[in-house]
């Protein structure tokens, strides 16, 4: 995180807690099936572009999760 937000390529308000919310939304669309792995690659995909930086428009506070401490 801190390489890419170093480079510009990732948004500045990008934090940890963000990762994990990017894990666990895509283990809920992950699926055992050949055929369904487009869903969480297309997932990963919106979000990854979503992180990149350039967008100005301010994001709500970081979701907290059970066992991660935050900052």
Known sequence: MRRAKATGRLRADFRVEDLVLVLKATSGVATSTAEATAGPQR?????????????????????????????
Request: proline share 21%.
């Open 43 to 71: 997932l990963v995909a919106y979000l990854l572009q979503s992180f990149e930086a350039g967008s100005d428009r301010p994001l709500p506070p970081p979701a907290r999760f059970a066992g991660h401490p935050g900052p």
